[in-house]
């Protein structure tokens, strides 16, 4: 491994042990991808010779078979970081006529691809609940395998009397719970660590304030820390929502436009993106005034970020892990372009000597909101 970075490698059931010195030194590549929105992956490559432990003992015994867990773990500088803790779902071997260049690769998806394999419609009522409640209840089950619940309550509680009827469980869990949280304007996704073999399932809006990471700079000479960096700002990625209310004397439906709330986005640009599409909301007559308005989020948050960025950077260069999840500050990109953006995905690519990083930055607009960010 470089210099100031060193990887941990565990692989098992459902409570994984550290891996034999000859599977670390096997790894040649380990990619893991982490987005906003969608569940992790992960994909390790190994070689190996036909006398070695991993073709003649190790593969035959099911040590990389599908349903096993791995847990990834890179320290830089000190600091260790799970990259990833998941399942694996496939197993590739590739055997060559050169000794020792025979491959195994192993892809797989984060932990909550447990919650994804069992269908439960229609075994579970929720009467009378909270969507929080019921995410809370729903994820309870797995804290047996590390998953610590971390739930924001909804700010708009719409709860349905056991009268009038109530929710009833549909798919697997994960869908369940993740529906739940989009129909609130929220996100829903399972984070590695703090430690290996825990991972925070996290079940709120998308984590647009608290630290802010070290910034990345281009076009700064000695103090570039990124290889590329680059943005675009798309005006049909944003839509102006516009309600029809219906007049009760004339029966006139009359367009009220819809404002942008901010409560679950909160703005990182001072000049908002110009949208040029526009969007009728529709259905929401029926709906309570809590229901509108978690439609009305709902909607919002997803027409919001219309400037996107992406770039690649060395993350010993870098000098720490860029997570996603989280606020980055930009320098050297100019006026338009500098200060925070949320960082929306990342992809780790480890091979020996090397450890860098793809991501992808998106915001709401335009200037920066504040004067200076981190270095």
Do not use: C
Request: proline share 8%; glycine share 8%; charged share 15%.
């Amino acid at each position: 491994m470089l210099k100031g970075l060193n990887l941990s490698l565990l692989i098992g059931p459902l409570v994984p042990l550290p891996v034999p010195k000859n599977v670390v030194d096997a790894l040649v590549s380990a990619q893991v991808t982490v987005s906003a929105t969608d569940r992790s992956g992960f994909q390790l490559q190994f070689h190996f010779s036909k006398k070695s432990t991993i073709s003649s003992a190790m593969i035959p015994a099911g040590y990389f078979d599908p349903g096993n867990r791995v847990i990834l773990v890179a320290t830089v500088n000190g600091l260790p970081t799970v990259l990833s803790d998941g399942i694996i779902t496939r197993q590739d071997v590739v055997p060559s006529n050169v000794p020792g260049g025979s491959t195994v690769t192993v892809t797989g998806e984060d932990i909550s691809l447990l919650m994804a394999l069992v269908d439960l419609t229609g075994l579970l009522d929720y009467p009378a609940m909270p969507s929080t409640a019921i995410a809370a209840l729903a994820l309870a089950k797995y804290a047996a395998i590390g998953i610590i619940p971390a739930i924001i309550p909804d700010p708009f509680v719409d709860i349905k009397l056991p009268t009038t009827g109530y929710i009833t469980h549909k798919g697997t869990d994960f869908d369940f719970i993740k529906k739940l949280a989009t129909d609130s304007g929220y996100v829903f996704y399972t984070e590695p660590g703090p430690v290996p073999g825990t991972n925070i399932a996290y079940w709120g809006p998308e984590v647009r304030f608290g630290p802010i990471q070290r910034a990345l700079n281009i076009n700064m000479d000695a103090e570039t820390n990124v290889e590329s960096l680059s943005f675009n700002f798309d005006g049909l990625l944003g839509t102006n929502q516009i309600a029809l209310i219906q007049e009760p004397h004339t029966g006139i439906p009359i367009p009220v436009p819809i404002p942008s709330l901010s409560i679950l986005a909160p703005p990182l640009a001072a000049r908002p993106a110009t949208k040029l599409k526009v969007s009728f909301v529709r259905d929401v007559a029926n709906l309570s005034i809590q229901g509108a308005m978690k439609k009305a989020l709902k909607i919002d948050k997803e027409s919001s970020d219309a400037v996107q960025g992406s770039g690649t950077l060395d993350v010993l260069r870098y000098g720490s892990i860029l997570k996603a999840r989280s606020l980055v500050g930009v320098r050297g990109a100019g006026t338009a372009y500098d200060g925070l953006y949320y960082v929306k995905s990342v992809t780790h690519n480890l091979k020996p000597g090397e450890f860098k990083q793809q991501f992808s930055l998106v915001r709401n607009g335009l200037i920066s909101i504040t004067p200076a960010v981190p270095a």
